[in-house]
């Protein structure tokens, strides 16, 4: 079983950046297929950004040009780096690990962008 901790979030003006981590325990990570979704105030969860395990990424048309997906397989760790953030970015964060039968997700965290 896979556990994911994120980190990173928190209250920034528009315009300004952030940086979420999420740290995963347990195996497999370096061929896993790892994921940023939110979930806006009364609206579905919606995917942000996915990246491969050989590296391609993939954005929602929404955040294309401002948010990078990256991550370090040593560390176990999947960063989602945001800049030029807009209102509408607020929302829960989270973290996905798919790999084979495996879906996992994070507890979540909270990015609130003032206007």
């Known amino acids: 079983q896979v556990q994911l901790v994120e980190s990173g979030g928190g209250l920034v003006q528009a315009g300004g950046s952030l940086r979420l981590s999420c740290v995963a325990s347990g195996s497999g990570f370096s061929i896993a297929t790892m994921g940023w979704y939110r979930q806006p105030p009364g609206k579905q969860r919606e995917l942000v950004a996915t990246?491969?395990?050989?590296?391609?990424?993939d954005y929602a048309d929404s955040v294309k040009g401002r948010f990078t997906i990256s991550r370090d397989n040593p560390k176990n760790t999947v960063y989602l780096q945001m800049n030029s953030l807009k209102p509408e970015d607020t929302a829960v964060y989270y973290c996905?690990?798919?790999?084979?039968?495996?879906?996992?997700w994070g507890q979540g965290t909270q990015v609130t962008v003032s206007s």
């Open positions: 996905n690990y798919k790999r084979w039968i495996f879906d996992n």
């Open positions: 990246i491969t395990r050989s590296g391609v990424t």
